[in-house]
């Protein structure tokens, strides 16, 4: 199994990013995704839930209405639209089916002026 984050970076407050995660080695389509992120100093947390299918979605109430998650299951590929970020959205994003899945590097996200 591995999952390969990118799309993160530096960018503004109210700024977007559109984060990818390509997923291997396990049938994608099956199973519901998650992002997640760490920040600084912080215990990881959940951040956004999608169901296989894509029919279903869950967030954090820190990103509720600003973040969207997404699939393609045709590509393998995860997605997480962010939008208005703030500087409290600073953290390194990883994606997975459930923790004990294992993580892969992650993408760096950084909301600064």
């Known amino acids: 199994v591995q999952f390969v984050e990118s799309g993160g970076g530096l960018v503004q407050p109210g700024g977007s990013l559109r984060l990818s995660c390509a997923a291997s080695g396990f049938t994608f389509s099956r199973y519901s995704m998650s992002w997640y992120r760490q920040a600084p100093g912080k215990e990881r947390e959940l951040v956004a839930t999608?169901?296989?299918?894509?029919?279903?979605?869950n967030y954090a109430d820190s990103v509720k209405g600003r973040f969207t998650i997404s699939r393609d299951n045709a590509k393998n590929t995860l997605y997480l639209q962010m939008n208005s970020l703030k500087p409290e959205d600073t953290a390194v994003y990883y994606c997975t089916v459930l923790p004990n899945w294992g993580w892969g590097q992650g993408t760096q996200v950084t909301v600064s002026s």
């Open positions: 999608i169901t296989s299918a894509g029919r279903s979605t």
